[in-house]
């Protein structure tokens, strides 16, 4: 199996290997820039910023970021984040979180893969803080008939980042830079306003500037500005005020020179250029305007670049300044090549190519980069990077970086591959000689690229195919690829020349060496080989075995060699050169020998094949398209078979081609070629093969073919200032070349070749691409297509140049007055046809058709077309802007016409309310003071702020300006209210101002809860619950609810209320009512309350809670005897407060009072009835009952009454129990009798009834009376030889009884011994005295006896035998009981009498075990093992909870189980018991440590628990788990997520009733929180933090950032409290103190256990038969409650798993263990188990089924202790001490063993004490 495996992982390698060993970088890719970062970024702190950073590859390249230094650019929370598609986020920041590494510096994007890694080019990255600024407006010059120029003043700190957007002249009119004004207002590009010839009227005029920051976009408006305007009317000379000395722009942008002069009357302006020898003046074309203080340039080129001078000359003189206009030209940086591939060992040369418009550029600042790394020494101007011996560190990716000192950078990259390279051995296995048997492995390891295969040979042929050769191959991280051949375990055959082979398809290498293992010479078997002619033979004797004497060869016979050609090597190989077919070709033998002679001989055979030989052929020269041809490819020589095929380029000849291919024989095929075209030029490849080799021979056809059209030219027409391509491809053989040509005129005319320069590009594929075109490139073209094949191929074609619609001015203005007539013009210029649209803000098309208030005339103009729109009546909704769009077949402009109309007022600003209050609320606001028409007054309109609902508005007038406030009344408490104000003057209304929303203030709630019902659901409870006032009743959000209850049937009108938090949404609600009385009838009402008051009383409702069973016992319990067998009893009804619930009737439950030793059976009975009396027959005799009374009603029984004791009437008693007659002499008997067994009353006294019998005859009858005391007579005086008879009776007051049995005795003079006393069974305490009597006749002997042991006088401390024969033992011990005989002797007989000493001590501990316990109640059983002789009275059970105070509880001696119930949660109680009969108190049971089940709370999921709102939290108080004990408060504190580490904790509550939910207000919207909660419980505390996000204002989802911010801190539940932490350390450290302290304890009293504990351990020892088997008997009971189900009574012992309980102990005792000793510590025999019984168990020995506990008793302990619960025992533990346990006791009670292997799978503890 193991050899199976392995051949197929070496199968799976060789797999791999053949895969691997193809071209590995055929499917790779370098990375590549898809989206590189600009160089300069800049943003603001408010908006944050972000670099995009793409790129592409295979495998898909990862993008990083680092910083200029090369660190790692890494996340910081809040700050700057690095996302997964590579964008680098900077966050919005506040001013005092900048930090200069961060926002002010340089980023690098970097890209990588598997190949290598780029960088990109450096990003300057520039953060600004928004500051607030203004701007002011400085008037440079203003007079009468001059120019005017107005500034825009700007603070320094913001003047590079703000911009002039546009003036504002007042009120309304908007005035947008423009390259050439409207005549009057002219807003030049760099922010200043001219407003030329002004006159008097333009000084009442205001002015604004309106300024933006291109980063925040806020817009600035300065304050309004007049023009003074100077009445000197006096010539100014011009005087330059503002110009730009320095202009830089990148290329194919637009330039704009300015030069502002001032002067009076406005000057003229000249613009010269000063870049040739001297200044020409700048005259306008296609690319050239002159706008008098504007020079604008469009599409610049490096030719515009220089010095500009601008002149301003008026009749008072002139003014100058000079300009410089600098043209960023863009340069391309490329590497040649950009893929390079090179052979390991060999040189690999980069140059780095920079151009700009297609020219090279001087010398430039290189950076050489590898994978992102500067390379050493590479800050040099050359532009070639030479890499010598190329090694694998060298491939990757390489970077050409150029830095310009105007500091922008460039970069290109390239790829560095691998070529091939022959493979070269790392690794060989050398030669080695061994014995047979061990195992041998060989190694060889190469490296090449692609990555070289290894294949093994043997004496060169393949390795033999067994299981002791095992192959294998694998390929390291670096390529090499490692190979092995295993030997598991070499033999005799397997010696040899081994040798590897690494090849690939660069090369070849074999390493060879020898394995050498001793034995005798064996040849493997020789394949067949088949030898090429010519070519030279190599053959090696595979022959194994060591050491080797001597090798050779034979043919036919004959030793070799025989011929010069053949040589027989050193190592034994034959070889022979050249070979030939003829002579050596046939059967070759290989013979080896060792020196001891062995020898061993194989033959071979050898065949020998001629390869082809192709004769050289060709096609012929000049061959054109339409041709044909021919050739023929010959073999010359060649064994057959031999196969002739042609390919074309390296392929199959493919079928369209039309090529015929014939055979002329078997050495000859022909092709030939009918028709010639340009498809069959190539290589034609004639293959000839055979087995011995395949052959090759390569020809070239050549047909030439004359240029054609591929894409033929065609006429164009071109938008100003647009891009065309003008395409023209052809293709012939050889390739034609392209070359376009321009007419200097007309189209018949001269045409010059075009050349490549700025904005004219000559494409590789011959198109010709030209950019900006103006109207100087308009002309006809000439493309020339020529390959020398006939006189080539041209076509001409136009280009035309159109114009699009433009006009003059980009705006004007147009001011109106409402009603009157507004005439809007515009002029525009541009080839027709032009189609002129009035819009209206520029969406709506103006119809006259569709408005009848306007009119639309349009003229032709010489330039283009004068249009006019007209609009009557003109009114405030006609202000705005118009605009005039021009349209033709090129393009579209537009010019904005501004329409201003008198408008009415403005509406109000800044509305706010000044006073709110539940029923009203008082708004003001402020007038805008630029309006254009008076106000007379102001609506003001509101209406009830309704998502769902949208009212009237309402109304009321304010007429009584300038008083801007108003007081809206009647109003509804907490309500939202929408407020607007309307200023309303002689021009009409102004718009609604912006709407106000006011809640008022809340009151009382108005209105009731709803559908208030109550349900019971135990006689302790009821539920209420109800539904929310109506929404217009509330007043203000519901806090909870006030519910109120009371006793229907009393008399008191107050309520008891209890507060119920509420949902603030106005659900509904429920309250548990509990602790109520039973079966009592309650009056509900519930009241709302906000967080002013409380509301309205509900309408009361009833319910009544459900029936339970009494809690008192009937009352007035009598007892009266009727007879002697019949007693009546009758009571009184429990109190009816009590009675809860309907009475179905009483049950009386009556025993005898009996003070038997062991009762032989359960007495108690009861008996039900309805009536309040009833009559008890059939009783014993003049018995004392113990009499109770219960109640019952539908739920069970309820209180019983204490016990009742009454006696039954005397009656004539029984017959006395035995009787003895003997002889004490010859002339006396002596009579002696034992009293009743049953007296039925008060003996009074005995009648012995005498009779003489002779025979069969009477002779006498005689009867004596005798007092009770006396129970024996001697008669005397009597006749001898005669025979008496002897009979008693016993007599009460009631009268005489029946008679004893007859005893008859004949009178004798021989008295033999005979004992008078009586036998039988004797119980007396302990520690008193007894006397046995022992009184007999005829003077006989007596001796004593015990369990048959004699007694002699002081052989017992305690015994005295008397000289009347009596024995009396004093001070009695349990040991002291037994069996004790007395015998007598005379000679002339014997007798003997047996008393059974019974001595009552007090019982032993009871058996106590728990069998199931939930989160309030324990239910235990246990057994009485041994009732000290004297039946149980009652039992005491102690429990106290752990620290807590000590209780006890009286049960009866009936009870066997018992359930203590009303405890605590989660808690662990301290349990024992003892049990009592007449003697005395037995010790008490081991003590249990029983826990109830329940825990401290859990910890809910955040997403359950809290549901945040925009300014609130609903906390779902509900979702908290409490696992199993009832939650009692809620602890709950939050506090804002701020970078302050003390930021303080708000409480909300620190004694939060349990409820559904509460909402925790006062939250600010979009703002972490952290909440934190503690819940309460009986059995603990869970404490838990949250994290969670508010809404925004609006509603909506928080912003991504402060999520991300919330997830980082997810709930974290704490356990580190130290408020727990010390308290449990408190705890552990106690119950290890209890502990110690219980260990001594137990060890004191095993030193001081009670003499009688002794006593009856020896006792049990030396017990007489019958008492011995009845403890054994009652021992084996006992064990049946552990291991089997007892077959006395229904008891049910846990047998299996599931009746385990596991909050329940109990103790099990050693077999042989003393049952009334303490029971001792220790593991030798205390074991506590936990069972689960699903039964109720009966009682057993001296229990029987349980009645009602009897009374409860509290213990106080001195000091109170602060509760605390004891942690559970760790599950492990648990495991060690329960197979501990199990081991322990298996010797002891073997079947126990069977009952512990059931638990495994329950919790099961198992502890000692």
Request: one cysteine or more; proline letters at 7%.
């Given at each position: 199996?193991?050899?199976?495996?392995?051949?197929?992982?070496?199968?799976?390698?060789?797999?791999?290997?053949?895969?691997?060993?193809?071209?590995?970088?055929?499917?790779?890719?370098?990375?590549?820039?898809?989206?590189?970062?600009?160089?300069?970024?800049?943003?603001?702190?408010?908006?944050?910023?972000?670099?995009?950073?793409?790129?592409?590859?295979?495998?898909?390249?990862?993008?990083?970021?680092?910083?200029?230094?090369?660190?790692?650019?890494?996340?910081?929370?809040?700050?700057?984040?690095?996302?997964?598609?590579?964008?680098?986020?900077?966050?919005?920041?506040?001013?005092?979180?900048?930090?200069?590494?961060?926002?002010?510096?340089?980023?690098?994007?970097?890209?990588?893969?598997?190949?290598?890694?780029?960088?990109?080019?450096?990003?300057?990255?520039?953060?600004?803080?928004?500051?607030?600024?203004?701007?002011?407006?400085?008037?440079?010059?203003?007079?009468?008939?001059?120019?005017?120029?107005?500034?825009?003043?700007?603070?320094?700190?913001?003047?590079?980042?703000?911009?002039?957007?546009?003036?504002?002249?007042?009120?309304?009119?908007?005035?947008?830079?423009?390259?050439?004004?409207?005549?009057?207002?002219?807003?030049?590009?760099?922010?200043?306003?001219?407003?030329?010839?002004?006159?008097?009227?333009?000084?009442?005029?205001?002015?604004?500037?309106?300024?933006?920051?291109?980063?925040?976009?806020?817009?600035?408006?300065?304050?309004?500005?007049?023009?003074?305007?100077?009445?000197?009317?006096?010539?100014?000379?011009?005087?330059?005020?503002?110009?730009?000395?320095?202009?830089?722009?990148?290329?194919?942008?637009?330039?704009?020179?300015?030069?502002?002069?001032?002067?009076?009357?406005?000057?003229?302006?000249?613009?010269?250029?000063?870049?040739?020898?001297?200044?020409?003046?700048?005259?306008?074309?296609?690319?050239?305007?002159?706008?008098?203080?504007?020079?604008?340039?469009?599409?610049?080129?490096?030719?515009?670049?220089?010095?500009?001078?601008?002149?301003?000359?008026?009749?008072?003189?002139?003014?100058?300044?000079?300009?410089?206009?600098?043209?960023?030209?863009?340069?391309?940086?490329?590497?040649?090549?950009?893929?390079?591939?090179?052979?390991?060992?060999?040189?690999?040369?980069?140059?780095?190519?920079?151009?700009?418009?297609?020219?090279?550029?001087?010398?430039?600042?290189?950076?050489?980069?590898?994978d992102g790394r500067q390379l050493p020494s590479s800050g040099r101007v050359e532009d070639t990077l030479v890499v010598p011996r190329v090694s694998r560190e060298n491939r990757g990716m390489y970077q050409c970086v150029v830095r310009r000192p105007e500091g922008d950078t460039f970069q290109a990259t390239a790829e560095l591959q691998l070529g091939d390279a022959p493979p070269v051995l790392l690794y060989s296995f050398i030669e080695q000689t061994l014995q047979p048997g061990p195992a041998v492995s060989l190694k060889c390891s190469a490296a090449g690229n692609p990555t070289p295969q290894i294949s093994w040979t043997l004496d060169g042929f393949p390795l033999p195919s067994n299981g002791r050769f095992m192959i294998g191959q694998y390929i390291t991280v670096h390529g090499d690829v490692i190979s092995h051949v295993n030997i598991s375990h070499v033999m005799v055959e397997d010696?040899?020349?081994?040798?590897?082979?690494?090849?690939?398809?660069?090369?070849?290498?074999?390493?060879?060496?020898?394995?050498?293992?001793?034995?005798?010479?064996?040849?493997?078997?020789?394949?067949?080989?088949?030898?090429?002619?010519?070519?030279?033979?190599?053959?090696?004797?595979?022959?194994?075995?060591?050491?080797?004497?001597?090798?050779?060869?034979?043919?036919?016979?004959?030793?070799?060699?025989?011929?010069?050609?053949?040589?027989?090597?050193?190592?034994?190989?034959?070889?022979?050169?050249?070979?030939?077919?003829?002579?050596?070709?046939?059967?070759?033998?290989?013979?080896?020998?060792?020196?001891?002679?062995?020898?061993?001989?194989?033959?071979?055979?050898?065949?020998?094949?001629?390869?082809?030989?192709?004769e050289p052929f060709a096609f012929q020269e000049g061959l054109a398209e339409g041709m044909r041809t021919r050739t023929v490819c010959g073999v010359s020589r060649g064994d057959p078979p031999l196969k002739l095929i042609w390919l074309k380029d390296g392929d199959p000849l493919p079928d369209l081609l039309g090529a015929n291919v014939t055979m002329l024989d078997q050495y000859s095929s022909l092709l030939s070629i009918p028709s010639l075209s340009a498809t069959h030029s190539g290589e034609y490849t004639c293959v000839a093969k055979n087995p011995a080799a395949e052959i090759k021979y390569t020809a070239l056809l050549q047909v030439k073919v004359p240029p054609r059209w591929i894409v033929e030219p065609v006429d164009a027409n071109v938008e100003r200032n647009r891009h065309i391509m003008l395409h023209c491809q052809a293709q012939g053989v050889p390739t034609p070349s392209i070359?376009?040509?321009?007419?200097?005129?007309?189209?018949?005319?001269?045409?010059?070749?075009?050349?490549?320069?700025?904005?004219?590009?000559?494409?590789?594929?011959?198109?010709?691409?030209?950019?900006?075109?103006?109207?100087?490139?308009?002309?006809?073209?000439?493309?020339?297509?020529?390959?020398?094949?006939?006189?080539?191929?041209?076509?001409?074609?136009?280009?035309?140049?159109?114009?699009?619609?433009?006009?003059?001015?980009?705006?004007?203005?147009?001011?109106?007055?409402?009603?009157?007539?507004?005439?809007?013009?515009?002029?525009?210029?541009?080839?027709?046809?032009?189609?002129?649209?009035?819009?209206?803000?520029?969406?709506?098309?103006?119809?006259?058709?569709?408005?009848?208030?306007?009119?639309?005339?349009?003229?032709?103009?010489?330039?283009?077309?004068?249009?006019?729109?007209?609009?009557?009546?003109?009114?405030?909704?006609?202000?705005?802007?118009?605009?005039?769009?021009?349209?033709?077949?090129?393009?579209?402009?537009?010019?904005?016409?501004?329409?201003?109309?008198?408008?009415?007022?403005?509406?109000?600003?800044?509305?706010?309310?000044?006073?709110?209050?539940?029923?009203?609320?008082?708004?003001?606001?402020?007038?805008?003071?630029?309006?254009?028409?008076?106000?007379?007054?102001?609506?003001?309109?509101?209406?009830?702020?309704?998502?769902?609902?949208?009212?009237?508005?309402?109304?009321?007038?304010?007429?009584?300006?300038?008083?801007?406030?108003?007081?809206?009344?009647?109003?509804?408490?907490?309500?939202?209210?929408?407020?607007?104000?309307?200023?309303?003057?002689?021009?009409?209304?102004?718009?609604?101002?912006?709407?106000?929303?006011?809640?008022?203030?809340?009151?009382?709630?108005?209105?009731?809860?709803?559908?208030?019902?109550?349900?019971?659901?135990?006689?302790?409870?009821?539920?209420?619950?109800?539904?929310?006032?109506?929404?217009?009743?509330?007043?203000?959000?519901?806090?909870?609810?006030?519910?109120?209850?009371?006793?229907?049937?009393?008399?008191?009108?107050?309520?008891?209320?209890?507060?119920?938090?509420?949902?603030?949404?106005?659900?509904?609600?429920?309250?548990?009512?509990?602790?109520?009385?039973?079966?009592?009838?309650?009056?509900?009402?519930?009241?709302?309350?906000?967080?002013?008051?409380?509301?309205?009383?509900?309408?009361?409702?009833?319910?009544?809670?459900?029936?339970?069973?009494?809690?008192?016992?009937?009352?007035?319990?009598?007892?009266?005897?009727?007879?002697?067998?019949?007693?009546?009893?009758?009571?009184?009804?429990?109190?009816?407060?009590?009675?809860?619930?309907?009475?179905?009737?009483?049950?009386?439950?009556?025993?005898?009072?009996?003070?038997?030793?062991?009762?032989?059976?359960?007495?108690?009975?009861?008996?039900?009835?309805?009536?309040?009396?009833?009559?008890?027959?059939?009783?014993?005799?003049?018995?004392?009952?113990?009499?109770?009374?219960?109640?019952?009603?539908?739920?069970?029984?309820?209180?019983?009454?204490?016990?009742?004791?009454?006696?039954?009437?005397?009656?004539?008693?029984?017959?006395?129990?035995?009787?003895?007659?003997?002889?004490?002499?010859?002339?006396?008997?002596?009579?002696?009798?034992?009293?009743?067994?049953?007296?039925?009353?008060?003996?009074?006294?005995?009648?012995?009834?005498?009779?003489?019998?002779?025979?069969?005859?009477?002779?006498?009858?005689?009867?004596?009376?005798?007092?009770?005391?006396?129970?024996?007579?001697?008669?005397?005086?009597?006749?001898?030889?005669?025979?008496?008879?002897?009979?008693?009776?016993?007599?009460?007051?009631?009268?005489?009884?029946?008679?004893?049995?007859?005893?008859?005795?004949?009178?004798?003079?021989?008295?033999?011994?005979?004992?008078?006393?009586?036998?039988?069974?004797?119980?007396?305490?302990?520690?008193?005295?007894?006397?046995?009597?022992?009184?007999?006749?005829?003077?006989?002997?007596?001796?004593?006896?015990?369990?048959?042991?004699?007694?002699?006088?002081?052989?017992?401390?305690?015994?005295?035998?008397?000289?009347?024969?009596?024995?009396?033992?004093?001070?009695?011990?349990?040991?002291?009981?037994?069996?004790?005989?007395?015998?007598?002797?005379?000679?002339?007989?014997?007798?003997?009498?047996?008393?059974?000493?019974?001595?009552?001590?007090?019982?032993?501990?009871?058996?106590?075990?728990?069998?199931?316990?939930?989160?309030?109640?324990?239910?235990?059983?246990?057994?009485?093992?041994?009732?000290?002789?004297?039946?149980?009275?009652?039992?005491?059970?102690?429990?106290?909870?752990?620290?807590?105070?000590?209780?006890?509880?009286?049960?009866?001696?009936?009870?066997?189980?018992?359930?203590?119930?009303?405890?605590?949660?989660?808690?662990?109680?301290?349990?024992?018991?003892?049990?009592?009969?007449?003697?005395?108190?037995?010790?008490?049971?081991?003590?249990?440590?029983?826990?109830?089940?329940?825990?401290?709370?859990?910890?809910?999921?955040?997403?359950?628990?809290?549901?945040?709102?925009?300014?609130?939290?609903?906390?779902?108080?509900?979702?908290?788990?409490?696992?199993?004990?009832?939650?009692?408060?809620?602890?709950?504190?939050?506090?804002?997520?701020?970078?302050d580490p003390d930021a303080e904790w708000v409480l909300v509550s620190n004694a939060l009733k349990p409820q559904r939910r509460i909402v925790v207000n006062n939250l600010k919207p979009s703002t972490l929180y952290q909440l934190r909660m503690e819940a309460h419980n009986v059995a603990g505390i869970s404490q838990a933090d949250f994290s969670f996000v508010t809404l925004t204002k609006d509603g909506d989802p928080p912003p991504p950032e402060i999520v991300h911010r919330g997830h980082r801190g997810q709930t974290t539940v704490i356990f580190a409290n130290m408020n727990l932490l010390i308290p449990s350390i408190a705890a552990v450290s106690g119950l290890f103190c209890t502990i110690i302290m219980v260990i001594v304890c137990y060890r004191h009293m095993l030193k001081n256990a009670p003499p009688h504990a002794e006593q009856a351990n020896h006792i049990q020892k030396e017990s007489?038969?019958?008492?011995?088997?009845?403890?054994?008997?009652?021992?084996?009971?006992?064990?049946?409650?552990?291991?089997?189900?007892?077959?006395?009574?229904?008891?049910?012992?846990?047998?299996?798993?599931?009746?385990?309980?596991?909050?329940?102990?109990?103790?099990?005792?050693?077999?042989?263990?003393?049952?009334?000793?303490?029971?001792?510590?220790?593991?030798?025999?205390?074991?506590?188990?936990?069972?689960?019984?699903?039964?109720?168990?009966?009682?057993?020995?001296?229990?029987?089924?349980?009645?009602?506990?009897?009374?409860?008793?509290?213990?106080?302990?001195?000091?109170?202790?602060?509760?605390?619960?004891?942690?559970?025992?760790?599950?492990?533990?648990?495991?060690?001490?329960?197979?501990?346990?199990?081991?322990?006791?298996?010797?002891?009670?073997?079947?126990?063993?069977?009952?512990?292997?059931?638990?495994?799978?329950?919790?099961?503890?198992?502890?000692?004490?």
């Open positions: 199996m193991w050899i199976s495996s392995r051949f197929f992982v070496i199968f799976l390698l060789l797999h791999l290997d053949t895969t691997c060993s193809e071209p590995f970088e055929a499917h790779l890719r370098g990375p590549g820039f898809v989206m590189e970062p600009p160089g300069r970024v800049e943003f603001s702190n408010s908006s944050g910023g972000w670099l995009d950073c793409s790129a592409s590859g295979s495998p898909q390249p990862t993008v990083d970021w680092v910083h200029a230094d090369g660190s790692a650019v890494t996340e910081i929370h809040g700050v700057r984040r690095v996302l997964r598609n590579g964008t680098l986020v900077l966050m919005p920041f506040a001013a005092a979180a900048y930090h200069q590494d961060v926002h002010n510096t340089i980023y690098r994007c970097i890209a990588s893969n598997s190949v290598g890694r780029i960088v990109s080019r450096d990003v300057q990255v520039r953060a600004v803080v928004a500051q607030a600024y203004k701007v002011d407006v400085e008037v440079l010059s203003a007079s009468r008939g001059c120019t005017a120029i107005l500034r825009c003043v700007v603070p320094t700190f913001v003047k590079e980042l703000v911009r002039v957007v546009s003036w504002v002249h007042e009120p309304a009119i908007y005035i947008y830079p423009s390259l050439q004004g409207d005549g009057k207002f002219h807003l030049l590009p760099t922010g200043e306003l001219l407003i030329h010839n002004l006159q008097e009227s333009d000084e009442s005029q205001s002015f604004r500037c309106r300024s933006m920051h291109r980063l925040t976009r806020q817009v600035v408006v300065s304050s309004p500005t007049r023009l003074r305007i100077n009445s000197h009317r006096g010539i100014i000379s011009p005087s330059v005020v503002e110009h730009t000395a320095h202009v830089q722009v990148s290329q194919d942008e637009g330039a704009v020179l300015l030069c502002v002069a001032q002067g009076c009357p406005s000057p003229e302006y000249s613009w010269f250029t000063h870049n040739g020898a001297g200044p020409l003046p700048v005259l306008s074309g296609p690319r050239v305007r002159l706008l008098g203080p504007i020079l604008a340039i469009e599409a610049v080129t490096g030719e515009d670049s220089g010095v500009y001078k601008c002149t301003a000359g008026n009749v008072g003189g002139e003014a100058s300044a000079e300009l410089r206009l600098t043209v960023a030209t863009p340069i391309q940086v490329e590497i040649s090549p950009n893929v390079l591939s090179v052979h390991m060992g060999g040189t690999a040369e980069f140059r780095c190519l920079v151009t700009s418009n297609g020219s090279p550029v001087g010398m430039q600042n290189i950076l050489w980069y590898k010696g040899g020349e081994y040798a590897c082979n690494a090849e690939n398809r660069a090369g070849r290498v074999q390493h060879a060496a020898r394995l050498n293992i001793y034995g005798l010479p064996y040849i493997r078997l020789i394949p067949k080989v088949t030898a090429v002619s010519g070519e030279t033979l190599n053959l090696k004797c595979p022959v194994a075995g060591y050491p080797i004497e001597e090798i050779h060869w034979e043919r036919g016979g004959r030793e070799l060699p025989d011929d010069i050609r053949q040589r027989v090597q050193p190592d034994g190989s034959l070889t022979i050169s050249p070979v030939q077919k003829n002579s050596d070709s046939g059967v070759y033998t290989c013979w080896a020998r060792n020196k001891q002679g062995h020898s061993a001989r194989r033959s071979g055979e050898v065949t020998v094949i001629v390869p082809p030989s192709i070359v376009w040509k321009k007419a200097t005129g007309s189209k018949s005319g001269e045409y010059e070749e075009v050349r490549e320069r700025p904005f004219t590009k000559l494409l590789g594929n011959g198109s010709l691409l030209l950019q900006h075109v103006k109207e100087d490139r308009e002309g006809f073209y000439l493309c020339q297509a020529n390959n020398g094949i006939g006189t080539g191929i041209g076509k001409v074609i136009q280009l035309k140049v159109n114009s699009s619609p433009y006009f003059s001015s980009t705006s004007r203005s147009v001011m109106v007055k409402k009603g009157d007539t507004a005439l809007l013009q515009c002029a525009v210029s541009g080839d027709k046809p032009i189609n002129i649209v009035w819009m209206r803000s520029g969406k709506n098309t103006l119809n006259p058709s569709t408005n009848y208030k306007i009119s639309v005339k349009q003229e032709a103009t010489p330039d283009g077309v004068s249009a006019e729109l007209q609009i009557r009546t003109v009114d405030a909704t006609d202000s705005g802007p118009y605009f005039c769009r021009a349209s033709n077949l090129y393009g579209n402009d537009q010019q904005l016409v501004q329409l201003q109309v008198q408008e009415p007022p403005l509406p109000p600003s800044v509305l706010e309310a000044a006073m709110i209050s539940s029923r009203s609320v008082n708004i003001k606001w402020q007038p805008k003071t630029l309006g254009t028409g008076d106000v007379t007054k102001y609506l003001v309109e509101f209406h009830e702020a309704d998502p769902l609902f949208v009212e009237q508005w309402q109304q009321i007038e304010v007429k009584d300006p300038p008083h801007f406030n108003a007081l809206i009344e009647n109003l509804k408490p907490a309500t939202r209210y929408a407020f607007r104000v309307i200023a309303e003057g002689s021009a009409g209304r102004s718009a609604p101002s912006q709407e106000l929303i006011v809640r008022t203030e809340p009151q009382r709630p108005a209105g009731p809860p709803l559908s208030l019902s109550a349900r019971p659901l135990s006689s302790t409870e009821l539920l209420i619950s109800w539904v929310a006032p109506l929404p217009e009743l509330r007043h203000g959000d519901i806090q909870g609810y006030n519910v109120g209850y009371k006793l229907s049937s009393s008399g008191n009108t107050a309520y008891n209320f209890t507060s119920v938090s509420g949902d603030y949404d106005g659900g509904n609600g429920e309250l548990l009512l509990s602790g109520l009385a039973k079966f009592a009838r309650y009056t509900v009402v519930v009241q709302a309350f906000n967080q002013v008051g409380p509301g309205p009383l509900s309408e009361p409702t009833a319910a009544q809670t459900m029936e339970d069973v009494p809690s008192r016992p009937p009352e007035d319990v009598r007892c009266a005897a009727l007879s002697s067998q019949s007693l009546q009893v009758s009571w009184q009804p429990p109190p009816i407060y009590h009675t809860n619930g309907l009475l179905q009737g009483y049950k009386l439950i009556f025993e005898p009072i009996i003070d038997d030793i062991q009762p032989s059976k359960d007495e108690v009975e009861s008996r039900k009835t309805t009536a309040l009396t009833m009559v008890l027959t059939g009783l014993r005799k003049y018995t004392n009952y113990s009499i109770q009374v219960l109640a019952h009603t539908r739920m069970g029984d309820g209180v019983v009454s204490k016990p009742l004791f009454c006696h039954s009437e005397e009656d004539v008693p029984e017959a006395p129990a035995d009787i003895k007659v003997v002889s004490s002499s010859s002339q006396s008997l002596y009579i002696s009798w034992l009293p009743p067994t049953e007296p039925n009353g008060v003996i009074t006294k005995f009648s012995l009834y005498t009779r003489v019998v002779n025979g069969r005859e009477e002779l006498n009858n005689e009867k004596r009376s005798l007092p009770s005391q006396q129970a024996y007579y001697e008669a005397k005086g009597l006749h001898p030889h005669m025979e008496y008879q002897f009979w008693v009776t016993a007599s009460t007051r009631v009268g005489e009884g029946k008679s004893s049995r007859v005893s008859s005795q004949i009178t004798t003079n021989r008295v033999p011994a005979r004992i008078i006393s009586f036998g039988g069974p004797v119980v007396r305490p302990w520690r008193s005295t007894v006397t046995l009597p022992c009184t007999a006749v005829g003077k006989p002997k007596r001796e004593w006896f015990k369990a048959d042991v004699a007694l002699r006088q002081g052989g017992m401390h305690n015994s005295q035998l008397l000289d009347s024969g009596d024995l009396i033992i004093s001070s009695l011990q349990l040991a002291d009981g037994g069996n004790y005989s007395c015998q007598v002797d005379n000679g002339i007989g014997t007798d003997r009498l047996t008393h059974t000493l019974m001595v009552q001590v007090p019982p032993t501990a009871p058996v106590l075990y728990v069998t199931s316990a939930t989160s309030s109640s324990i239910l235990m059983h246990w057994k009485c093992d041994f009732t000290g002789n004297a039946p149980i009275t009652g039992y005491t059970l102690f429990y106290r909870r752990t620290n807590g105070n000590a209780e006890e509880m009286q049960l009866s001696r009936h009870a066997s189980s018992h359930e203590l119930k009303g405890l605590v949660c989660g808690s662990t109680y301290q349990i024992h018991l003892s049990a009592q009969n007449k003697v005395g108190t037995s010790p008490t049971s081991t003590m249990l440590h029983v826990r109830t089940q329940g825990q401290s709370p859990g910890h809910p999921a955040s997403t359950a628990l809290l549901a945040p709102n925009s300014t609130s939290l609903l906390v779902r108080l509900h979702s908290w788990p409490d696992n199993g004990c009832p939650l009692l408060y809620f602890v709950l504190q939050y506090k804002a997520v701020t970078e007489l038969e019958n008492r011995a088997n009845s403890e054994a008997a009652q021992r084996e009971r006992y064990y049946a409650t552990i291991h089997k189900v007892s077959m006395q009574n229904n008891d049910k012992i846990p047998e299996t798993s599931e009746d385990i309980s596991p909050y329940a102990t109990f103790q099990l005792s050693e077999a042989g263990g003393n049952m009334s000793q303490p029971h001792h510590g220790g593991p030798a025999n205390t074991l506590l188990h936990s069972f689960m019984y699903h039964e109720r168990a009966l009682a057993e020995g001296c229990s029987s089924p349980p009645p009602a506990a009897s009374k409860n008793r509290r213990r106080h302990s001195r000091k109170t202790e602060p509760e605390s619960e004891e942690s559970e025992s760790d599950q492990d533990q648990l495991t060690s001490s329960r197979t501990e346990s199990s081991n322990q006791h298996e010797g002891k009670i073997k079947h126990n063993s069977r009952l512990i292997q059931h638990f495994p799978n329950h919790n099961i503890s198992i502890t000692y004490l």
